[in-house]
Structures are given as structure tokens and as C-alpha cells.
């Protein structure tokens, strides 16, 4: 490790520290649902009692939602809470329990995004100061912070959905990134859009179609099915978990219902999220807002990765362009309840290609100007 490196990674720590400890002081104390908590720990907790038939020790009661006690969120895939349930067995089923590894999927996906904007922009000064300011941008991000301190499913997608594009993009570990698709995948439907710029990048290190599908399609899809195999137990077997989660998935997200319609002010489609128009608001004073300034900043941006030539980058961006179009096609076919703190499950994409793409250009106009002055 040089020492431009070691400095980096030095306040990378630090910044990252300082990170956990605010967020810790944030969200530790509120002794209450936030916002869509309602729902996703007490599915946790179902999810063991009614599937594992373990019983952890409730130290909190059930959210009064109808028939919550036997609810196990079949509409969205499961990862998000399987790691709910990893500290809920550890810790009794609390606040506490349900939000930390929501906090730890938030610390690395700071991480992922410093390590994935070095490996775009170079292990150099350029690479590293873009990496802090690919991680500052993640932690600086208002969507971002308020999720990764509640126990919703969107952190997660956010992280593998990252996750996978960084070990698409290292081109040696496309087997992990394969895996991690399946994860992202596994975390929430949201993902399911990254297999079209995956399949289109795999293509380059694939050239066998056979191969392109194995890694593209098959170990990603297997790797959601067994994920998903204590759900289809539950429901039977393959064909009730086909009918009443995957397709009950697919039917949930393309209708209205996700709340009242004359909720005005918690609704906001796509292209609102651009100015934060109608920021959800979770409880407690949290709401989910988002950063017209960084929003914006990738679309203009974005015709960098292609200016630049870089099918890395272009990979990047297009990766959560893809992932906000799936959100314009879901309102087109009919769903017009979709909320503001969806942009989590592709903003460390677009953070990260922000930070990436404005530090590769400066980096190339630096060499040019080196190379035509000699200085």
C-alpha cells in the first residue's frame, strides 16, 4: 500500500467511524416503528416463528397492522429479512435488533463505493481522492442515511446491487458478481433490471453464449431460488410459492395500494425524485428526502462514460438508469404509489458514478495537458 493509499484508507476510517456513531446515536434511541418497519422486522420474526419454528423472545410488541402476527411479506423476496433475523435471534426481537444490520449494509456500502471508484479511476491521487468523494457522496446522502438507519429493504438492494456492479466491473471475480446479483436479487425485486447491463458487460469477458448465460442468468437466478427455498416450503412447494409470492411480487408491484391515492404528499413518482417533490415522511421526523443537486448531476454526467469511451463507467450509469426506468415502466403499468425513499435501491450506483466519471475525465484532461506541456 502506498502512502497516498494509506492516507485515503486513514480517513476513510475515520469519516466511516464517524459515520456509525451519528448513526447510532440517530436511530438507536426512537423506541418505535419507523416508517415501513411496521411491516418488514415483524415479517422477520414470522418468518422464524412460522417457517424455522423458532420463537426469540419478544421484547417489543407486534405492529397493529391487520394480521400481523402471521405475516411473512411474501410480495418481496426475502434476504433483507433473513439478516433481520440473524440479530433478532441474537438479541431478542427489538429496535435494536431489526436496525443493526441495516447500519452495517449502510457502512459497507461506503466502502464498496470507495473500492469501486479506485478501481474506475486508478490506485493514484486521482483514484483516491474520487474514492472519498464517492464515500462522502454515499454518506452525505439524504436518502441514504435515512434508510440505512431503519429496518426496510431498501439498504439492502442498494448494497448488493452495488456490490455486484463492483465485482462485475473488477472482471477477475465474475462468479462473486454473479452471486452478488442473485443477492441483490434476493434483497428486492428492484434489482431485477441489472440483468440487462450485466448480461451486456458479461458479453465482453464472455464471449460463449453458453457462458454468458450461466453467469448472466443462471448462478444469479439460482442463487435467489435457494434463498428463497424456506418461503416455497412454507407455501407447498414450487408452484405455491410461484403463485402466492413470486407472481403475488410482480401483480403488488404493478398496482396501486401501496397506500391511499389521496396520500398526495407521500407520493412521488420517478421524475419527482429529481426535485423531491413530496419526501416521505417515516415518523420520528424522518423523512426521506432526496438531492436535486446529485440527482441532476448524473444526468448530466452521464454522457461522460460515453464521451470518454469507458464501458465501465457506461456500465455504471446505465446500471441505475435501468433500475429508475424499471420504476417509470411499474408506474405506467399502473402503480402511481411509489415513494421517495425507493431511490436508495440505486443511488450509491449513482453516487458512485458521479464522483467516478467527473474524477476520470479531470484525470484524462490532466494527462492530455502533461503530455502537450510537459508538466
Known amino acids: 500500500m502506498n502512502k497516498i493509499t494509506l492516507i485515503s484508507v486513514i480517513i476513510l476510517v475515520v469519516a466511516l467511524a464517524i459515520y456509525t456513531y451519528y448513526t447510532v446515536i440517530t436511530f438507536g434511541p426512537v423506541q418505535g416503528y419507523i416508517g415501513d418497519e411496521v ?12 417457517i424455522f419454528h ?30 433481520m433475523d440473524i440479530f433478532i435471534l441474537l438479541l431478542g426481537y427489538k429496535p435494536l435488533a431489526w436496525r443493526i444490520p ?17 478501481k474506475l479511476v486508478g490506485s493514484d491521487l486521482w483514484g483516491n481522492v474520487a474514492g472519498l468523494v464517492s464515500a462522502a457522496l454515499i454518506m452525505l446522502s439524504p436518502n441514504i442515511w ?30 462473486w458478481a ?45 442463487t435467489y ?29 404493478s398496482t396501486n395500494g401501496h397506500i391511499a391515492l389521496s396520500a398526495v404528499t407521500q407520493i412521488s413518482a420517478p421524475w419527482d425524485w429529481f426535485l423531491d417533490v413530496h419526501p416521505f415522511y417515516l415518523g ?37 438508469w435501468i433500475m429508475w426506468l424499471a420504476f417509470v415502466a411499474v408506474y405506467f403499468l399502473g402503480n402511481h404509489t ?20 467527473i474524477f476520470k475525465a479531470l484525470k484524462k484532461a490532466d494527462l492530455k495537458n502533461v503530455m502537450k506541456y510537459g508538466k
Not at 39 to 50: D, G, H, R, S
Not at 54 to 64: E, G, H, K, L, R
Not at 180 to 186: E, I, K, S, V
Not at 338 to 357: C, E, G, M, Q
Open 225 to 253: 431460488a435457494i434463498l428463497s427455498v424456506p418461503i416455497m416450503i412454507y407455501f407447498g412447494g414450487l408452484d405455491g410459492w410461484f403463485h402466492n409470492s413470486f407472481l403475488y411480487m410482480l401483480g403488488w408491484d
Open 338 to 357: 411509489l415513494f421517495s425513499f425507493y431511490v436508495t435501491d440505486f443511488a450509491p450506483l449513482v453516487n458512485t458514478y458521479i464522483a467516478a466519471s
Open 284 to 320: 420520528y421526523n424522518f423523512y426521506a428526502s432526496t438531492n436535486p443537486i446529485l440527482m441532476w448531476l448524473w444526468v448530466g454526467t452521464t454522457p461522460l462514460a460515453f464521451i470518454l469511451k469507458d464501458t465501465k463507467l457506461i456500465t455504471l450509469t446505465m446500471s441505475a
Open 178 to 222: 454473479s452471486i452478488a446479483l442473485g443477492l441483490a436479487f434476493a434483497s428486492k425485486e428492484s434489482a431485477f433490471p441489472l440483468l440487462l447491463p450485466f448480461l451486456f458487460y458479461v458479453g465482453d469477458l464472455r464471449k460463449n453464449p453458453i457462458q454468458r448465460a450461466i453467469y448472466g442468468i443462471g448462478i444469479p437466478a439460482a
Open 39 to 50: 411491516w418488514y422486522p415483524t415479517a422477520a420474526y414470522n418468518i422464524l416463528k412460522l
Open 102 to 118: 441495516s447500519w452495517i449494509m449502510g457502512d459497507l456500502t461506503v466502502i464498496v463505493a470507495y473500492l469501486l471508484t479506485r
Open 54 to 83: 423458532v420463537t426469540p423472545p419478544m421484547y417489543f410488541p407486534y405492529s397493529n397492522e391487520q394480521n400481523i402476527q402471521t405475516y411473512i411479506n411474501p410480495e418481496h423476496p426475502p434476504l433483507g429479512k433473513y439478516f
Open 146 to 175: 435515512v434508510i440505512h438507519g431503519i429496518a426496510i429493504l431498501d439498504v439492502y438492494v442498494g448494497f448488493f446491487s452495488l456490490l455486484a456492479v463492483y465485482l462485475l466491473l473488477s472482471d477477475n471475480r465474475l462468479l
